[in-house]
Protein backbone atom coordinates (compact mmCIF):
# COMPACT_ATOMS: atom_id res chain seq x y z
CA UNK A 1 0.00 0.00 0.00
CA UNK A 2 1.11 3.52 -0.65
CA UNK A 3 1.29 5.68 2.71
CA UNK A 4 1.54 8.94 3.31
CA UNK A 5 2.93 10.23 6.78
CA UNK A 6 2.80 13.93 7.24
CA UNK A 7 4.12 16.17 10.31
CA UNK A 8 4.59 19.64 10.60
CA UNK A 9 8.12 19.80 11.78
CA UNK A 10 10.97 17.32 10.43
CA UNK A 11 11.61 16.46 14.17
CA UNK A 12 8.73 15.02 14.40
CA UNK A 13 9.69 12.86 11.45
CA UNK A 14 13.03 12.30 12.58
CA UNK A 15 13.36 9.28 14.98
CA UNK A 16 11.77 7.00 11.97
CA UNK A 17 14.25 4.89 10.88
CA UNK A 18 15.53 4.31 6.95
CA UNK A 19 14.74 7.83 5.62
CA UNK A 20 15.54 8.74 2.51
CA UNK A 21 15.52 12.71 1.93
CA UNK A 22 13.73 13.70 -1.73
CA UNK A 23 14.54 16.25 -3.94
CA UNK A 24 11.75 18.23 -4.09
CA UNK A 25 11.09 21.78 -5.12
CA UNK A 26 7.79 21.38 -5.78
CA UNK A 27 6.06 23.10 -2.61
CA UNK A 28 9.36 24.49 -0.20
CA UNK A 29 8.48 21.33 1.85
CA UNK A 30 10.79 18.28 3.53
CA UNK A 31 9.94 15.53 1.89
CA UNK A 32 11.56 11.86 2.40
CA UNK A 33 10.86 7.72 1.20
CA UNK A 34 11.44 5.55 3.76
CA UNK A 35 12.33 1.75 2.95
CA UNK A 36 9.63 -0.18 4.39
CA UNK A 37 9.05 -4.45 3.84
CA UNK A 38 5.05 -3.82 3.20
CA UNK A 39 4.35 -0.23 2.37
CA UNK A 40 5.66 2.33 0.15
CA UNK A 41 5.86 5.19 2.29
CA UNK A 42 6.13 9.07 1.80
CA UNK A 43 6.87 11.66 4.23
CA UNK A 44 6.76 15.12 4.45
CA UNK A 45 7.16 17.83 6.98
CA UNK A 46 4.21 20.15 5.65
CA UNK A 47 4.62 23.24 8.43
CA UNK A 48 2.34 24.47 10.61
CA UNK A 49 -1.38 24.66 10.68
CA UNK A 50 -4.03 23.62 9.00
CA UNK A 51 -3.69 25.57 5.74
CA UNK A 52 0.03 23.68 5.24
CA UNK A 53 -1.79 20.91 6.83
CA UNK A 54 -4.22 20.37 3.86
CA UNK A 55 -1.39 21.82 1.50
CA UNK A 56 0.55 18.94 2.11
CA UNK A 57 -2.34 16.37 2.13
CA UNK A 58 -3.68 17.41 -0.92
CA UNK A 59 -0.03 16.93 -2.38
CA UNK A 60 0.49 13.89 -0.54
CA UNK A 61 -2.41 12.54 -2.32
CA UNK A 62 -2.67 13.94 -5.55
CA UNK A 63 0.81 13.89 -6.82
CA UNK A 64 2.05 10.94 -4.53
CA UNK A 65 -1.02 9.13 -5.24
CA UNK A 66 -1.04 7.44 -1.76
CA UNK A 67 -3.88 4.88 -0.66
CA UNK A 68 -3.62 6.03 3.17
CA UNK A 69 -2.66 9.44 5.19
CA UNK A 70 -1.43 9.33 8.27
CA UNK A 71 -0.50 12.52 10.54
CA UNK A 72 1.16 12.07 13.48
CA UNK A 73 4.00 14.04 16.01
CA UNK A 74 2.80 15.63 19.19
CA UNK A 75 0.16 17.72 20.71
CA UNK A 76 -0.86 19.35 24.20
CA UNK A 77 -2.98 17.76 26.51
CA UNK A 78 -6.15 19.07 28.33
CA UNK A 79 -6.63 16.28 30.35
CA UNK A 80 -4.11 16.27 33.09
CA UNK A 81 -4.50 12.03 33.42
CA UNK A 82 -2.32 11.92 30.28
CA UNK A 83 1.71 12.00 30.40
CA UNK A 84 4.00 13.14 28.51
CA UNK A 85 5.07 10.85 25.43
CA UNK A 86 1.38 9.36 25.95
CA UNK A 87 0.47 8.13 22.49
CA UNK A 88 -3.61 8.17 21.37
CA UNK A 89 -5.03 8.23 18.09
CA UNK A 90 -8.05 10.83 17.67
CA UNK A 91 -11.26 8.79 17.17
CA UNK A 92 -13.36 12.14 16.73
CA UNK A 93 -11.61 15.56 15.08
CA UNK A 94 -12.76 18.64 15.62
CA UNK A 95 -11.55 22.24 13.77
CA UNK A 96 -12.27 24.16 17.49
CA UNK A 97 -11.91 27.30 15.67
CA UNK A 98 -14.50 26.89 12.79
CA UNK A 99 -17.83 28.66 12.82
CA UNK A 100 -19.22 31.59 13.98
CA UNK A 101 -17.73 34.66 16.72
CA UNK A 102 -20.55 35.60 18.73
CA UNK A 103 -20.25 37.27 22.52
CA UNK A 104 -16.45 36.70 22.22
CA UNK A 105 -16.88 33.07 21.76
CA UNK A 106 -16.83 30.94 18.35
CA UNK A 107 -20.27 28.92 17.88
CA UNK A 108 -17.90 25.52 16.47
CA UNK A 109 -20.08 24.61 13.05
CA UNK A 110 -18.65 21.60 10.78
CA UNK A 111 -15.79 22.62 8.92
CA UNK A 112 -16.61 23.86 5.51
CA UNK A 113 -20.19 24.47 6.15
CA UNK A 114 -21.54 28.19 6.17
CA UNK A 115 -21.23 28.55 9.44
CA UNK A 116 -24.77 29.98 10.01
CA UNK A 117 -28.10 28.93 11.75
CA UNK A 118 -28.01 26.60 14.75
CA UNK A 119 -24.52 26.19 15.73
CA UNK A 120 -24.32 21.93 15.02
CA UNK A 121 -21.29 20.34 16.49
CA UNK A 122 -19.60 17.93 13.89
CA UNK A 123 -16.29 15.46 13.98
CA UNK A 124 -14.56 13.35 11.15
CA UNK A 125 -13.80 10.45 12.23
CA UNK A 126 -11.57 7.11 11.40
CA UNK A 127 -13.14 4.20 9.16
CA UNK A 128 -14.30 1.94 11.30
CA UNK A 129 -12.28 -1.02 10.38
CA UNK A 130 -9.66 1.06 11.25
CA UNK A 131 -11.05 1.51 14.65
CA UNK A 132 -11.54 -1.80 15.11
CA UNK A 133 -7.82 -2.97 14.37
CA UNK A 134 -6.50 -0.48 16.83
CA UNK A 135 -8.89 -1.40 19.76
CA UNK A 136 -7.65 -5.06 19.17
CA UNK A 137 -3.80 -4.84 18.27
CA UNK A 138 -2.84 -1.36 19.54
CA UNK A 139 -5.00 -1.54 23.17
CA UNK A 140 -1.85 0.98 24.22
CA UNK A 141 -2.96 3.44 22.53
CA UNK A 142 -5.78 5.43 24.05
CA UNK A 143 -8.54 7.06 21.75
CA UNK A 144 -9.72 10.51 22.36
CA UNK A 145 -11.20 13.60 20.91
CA UNK A 146 -8.69 15.60 18.88
CA UNK A 147 -9.26 19.43 18.68
CA UNK A 148 -7.51 21.59 15.86
CA UNK A 149 -6.93 25.07 15.66
CA UNK A 150 -4.75 27.55 14.21
CA UNK A 151 -3.39 28.66 17.64
CA UNK A 152 -0.72 27.90 19.41
CA UNK A 153 -3.03 27.32 22.82
CA UNK A 154 -1.02 28.23 26.09
CA UNK A 155 -4.09 29.42 28.43
CA UNK A 156 -5.53 27.16 30.83
CA UNK A 157 -8.64 29.04 30.63
CA UNK A 158 -9.26 28.45 27.04
CA UNK A 159 -8.04 24.87 27.46
CA UNK A 160 -10.38 23.59 30.19
CA UNK A 161 -13.33 25.72 28.74
CA UNK A 162 -12.05 23.41 25.10
CA UNK A 163 -12.24 20.22 27.36
CA UNK A 164 -15.30 20.82 29.06
CA UNK A 165 -16.99 21.74 25.54
CA UNK A 166 -16.04 18.72 23.22
CA UNK A 167 -14.95 16.44 25.91
CA UNK A 168 -11.74 16.98 24.21
CA UNK A 169 -8.39 15.07 25.46
CA UNK A 170 -5.99 16.83 23.12
CA UNK A 171 -4.81 19.49 20.87
CA UNK A 172 -2.80 20.53 17.83
CA UNK A 173 -2.36 22.85 15.28
CA UNK A 174 -3.15 19.80 12.13
CA UNK A 175 -4.64 16.76 12.49
CA UNK A 176 -8.27 18.16 11.78
CA UNK A 177 -7.25 19.68 8.91
CA UNK A 178 -5.74 16.75 7.69
CA UNK A 179 -8.95 14.63 8.36
CA UNK A 180 -10.99 16.83 6.15
CA UNK A 181 -8.66 16.27 3.25
CA UNK A 182 -8.87 13.14 3.26
CA UNK A 183 -12.09 13.13 3.77
CA UNK A 184 -12.56 14.86 0.61
CA UNK A 185 -10.90 12.80 -1.73
CA UNK A 186 -11.89 9.63 0.15
CA UNK A 187 -8.89 8.77 1.59
CA UNK A 188 -8.55 6.50 4.58
CA UNK A 189 -6.69 8.36 7.62
CA UNK A 190 -5.61 8.10 10.99
CA UNK A 191 -4.32 10.64 13.36
CA UNK A 192 -1.34 9.44 15.99
CA UNK A 193 -0.32 12.05 18.56
CA UNK A 194 1.83 12.04 21.54
CA UNK A 195 1.49 14.39 24.41
CA UNK A 196 4.44 16.90 24.96
CA UNK A 197 2.99 18.78 27.27
CA UNK A 198 0.24 20.13 29.76
CA UNK A 199 -1.83 23.13 27.25
CA UNK A 200 -0.48 26.26 29.62
CA UNK A 201 2.51 24.90 31.12
CA UNK A 202 5.03 26.17 28.91
CA UNK A 203 3.63 29.92 27.44
CA UNK A 204 7.60 29.98 25.94
CA UNK A 205 7.22 27.04 23.83
CA UNK A 206 7.53 22.98 24.29
CA UNK A 207 11.27 22.19 25.59
CA UNK A 208 13.25 20.27 22.68
CA UNK A 209 13.75 17.50 25.15
CA UNK A 210 10.36 17.06 25.57
CA UNK A 211 9.33 17.63 22.15
CA UNK A 212 12.24 14.45 21.00
CA UNK A 213 10.93 12.30 23.63
CA UNK A 214 7.29 12.85 22.74
CA UNK A 215 8.04 12.27 18.54
CA UNK A 216 9.94 8.98 19.13
CA UNK A 217 6.74 7.58 21.25
CA UNK A 218 4.33 8.80 18.46
CA UNK A 219 7.10 7.33 15.56
CA UNK A 220 7.31 4.12 17.17
CA UNK A 221 3.40 3.69 17.66
CA UNK A 222 3.33 4.23 13.78
CA UNK A 223 5.87 1.80 13.10
CA UNK A 224 3.69 -0.94 15.03
CA UNK A 225 0.21 0.58 13.13
CA UNK A 226 2.10 0.25 9.72
CA UNK A 227 2.70 -3.42 10.52
CA UNK A 228 -1.15 -4.11 11.32
CA UNK A 229 -1.99 -2.05 8.32
CA UNK A 230 -3.20 -4.24 4.69
CA UNK A 231 -1.17 -4.07 2.36
CA UNK A 232 -3.64 -3.29 -0.10
CA UNK A 233 -6.98 -0.77 0.44
CA UNK A 234 -9.79 -0.59 -1.41
CA UNK A 235 -10.64 3.18 -2.07
CA UNK A 236 -13.42 5.20 -3.68
CA UNK A 237 -13.17 7.54 -6.18
CA UNK A 238 -12.26 11.43 -5.48
CA UNK A 239 -15.64 13.64 -4.81
CA UNK A 240 -15.91 16.86 -4.96
Known amino acids: MRIGILSAIKEELKPFPNLKKLDSDFDGNTWFRMDHPKHQICLCAGGLGKVNAAIASTVLIREHKIDFLLNT ?134 PVSQLKQASRAAAASVMKVLELLPSEIATETEVG
Not at 127 to 144: G, P, S, Y
Not at 155 to 175: I, N, P, W, Y
Request: glycine share 8%; net charge negative; hydrophobic share 40%.
Open 73 to 206: GIAGTLDPSLNLADVCYGKRLIQHDYGTLKEEQIEVYPAGSIPLGDSRESSFTPENWLVDLLEEKMTELRAVTLLSGDVFLQCHKTGDRLRKRFQAQLVDMESAAVAQAAAKFCIPFLAIRSVSDLVGEHPEGV
